[in-house]
Nanobody, 120 residues
Framework: QVQLVESGGGLVQAGGSLRLSCAAS????????MGWYRQAPGKERELVAT???????TYADSVKGRFTISRDNAKNTVYLQMNNLRPEDTAVYYC??????????????WGQGTQVTVSS
């Protein structure tokens, strides 16, 4: 009922930047949180950053000061600006949202993921 389409991943050298985008579509009535998680090979999925509808944000300690999450509520889109990338940021990045759709209460939805690879 909610589709999340991510874009912006790729290969970058250490110290470089990437910007991820994620657009939510479907029979959306309301969206609360939007955010990003990541999963590196052999590791568990971990929180990167989240942004509530009112604008408050949360970041993992490992990305504070380097990553910035933002959202455009009119477009149901969330962004992740990633600066000063490090090899340890290499992972599949997943977009997620908590949304209420017609006839369905608040539910978490996930995108397919986009690969970010940082070379040293």
């Amino acid at each position: 009922q909610v589709q999340l389409v991510e874009s912006g991943g790729g290969l970058v050298q250490a110290g470089g930047s990437l910007r991820l985008s994620c657009a939510a579509s479907g029979s959306i009535f309301s969206i609360n949180a939007m955010g990003w998680y990541r999963q590196a090979p052999g590791k568990e999925r971990e929180l990167v950053a989240t942004c509530l509808s009112g604008g408050s944000t949360t970041y993992a300690d490992s990305v504070k000061g380097r990553f910035t999450i933002s959202r455009d509520n009119a477009k149901n889109t969330v962004y992740l600006q990633m600066n000063n990338l490090r090899p340890e940021d290499t992972a599949v990045y997943y977009c997620t949202t908590t949304a209420k759709t017609m006839g369905v209460w608040w539910t978490d939805y996930w995108g397919q993921g986009t690969q970010v690879t940082v070379s040293s």
